[in-house]
């Protein structure tokens, strides 16, 4: 079993439509949360990073961590076709590992 | 100010040739990780370096793959003797200096590397 599962998607909406991006891990020493987006043939670009239970917003995009649950989210407001990319959630034990354990992405479109 | 710079992007080989991949960190980062990323899969780590040291190894295959990262100059990723399974797209990413703030690692471009 893989200590990180994400949604496979793909996914396809609509534009304006909110996307709900999903995660679950079975590591409970993962305390720190990312984001990451990716395009095609590109280097992972970072979202969001979070090591709290809770939301955090930053424009359109919220990230949403529930430790108990074992489960992030990653939420797009008013989505637009630039967002179509694939998305990775990522994690980590602490600060000073380093190492970040990958999802394997969901590939979402987003049609105007 | 310029980001994860990786060379080359594009990489062929055939089969026993040695692939070398470079990474410069973003100005001011020190440490230094690298990724791979198979077709439809999320990325796994390989290693986790600093200038002349290596962190962690633990997702480093333990035959033909090495890596370094020396006080000058860029980090290697090197493969001796590529076989067809090494093609993938490998990433370099970089992090701050700054206690703290270690997890928040920028991803360079990466470099394709086909095995023929």
């Known amino acids: 079993q893989k200590e990180v599962e994400q949604d496979p998607g793909p996914l396809s909406v609509p534009e304006g439509a909110i996307v709900s991006l999903n995660c679950t891990y079975s590591?409970?020493?993962?305390?720190?949360f990312m984001w990451y987006r990716q395009y095609s043939r590109k280097g992972p670009e970072l979202l969001m990073y979070?090591?709290?239970?809770g939301n955090k917003e930053d424009g359109r995009f919220t990230a949403q961590v529930d430790k108990s649950s074992k489960y992030i989210s990653l939420f797009i407001r008013d989505s637009q076709p630039s967002d179509s990319a694939t998305y990775l959630c990522?994690?980590?034990?602490?600060?000073?590992?380093?190492?970040?354990?990958f999802g394997d992405g969901t590939t979402l479109t987003v049609k105007p | 100010n310029a980001g994860v710079m990786q060379n080359p992007r594009h990489l062929v080989r055939r089969r026993g040739q040695e692939a070398r991949l470079r990474c410069s960190p973003m100005?001011?980062?020190?440490?230094v990780y690298w990724y791979r990323q198979l077709p439809e899969e999320g990325l796994k780590f390989m290693v986790y370096?600093?200038?002349?040291?290596?962190?962690?190894e633990s997702g480093m295959p333990k035959e033909r793959f090495s890596a370094e990262f020396p006080k000058e100059g860029p980090s290697i990723l090197r493969i001796q003797q590529v076989v067809r399974g090494d093609s993938a797209a490998y990433f370099c990413?970089?992090?701050?200096?700054?206690?703290?703030?270690?997890?928040?690692?920028?991803f360079g471009p990466g470099t394709r590397l086909t095995v023929t």
């Open positions: 990522a994690m980590s034990e602490n600060r000073n590992a380093g190492k970040s354990t």
């Open positions: 100005k001011g980062h020190s440490h």
């Open positions: 979070t090591y709290s239970s």
């Open positions: 590591n409970s020493a993962f305390q720190y």
């Open positions: 370096l600093q200038k002349e040291n290596i962190i962690d």
């Open positions: 990413a970089s992090s701050p200096s700054v206690a703290g703030s270690r997890d928040e690692q920028y």
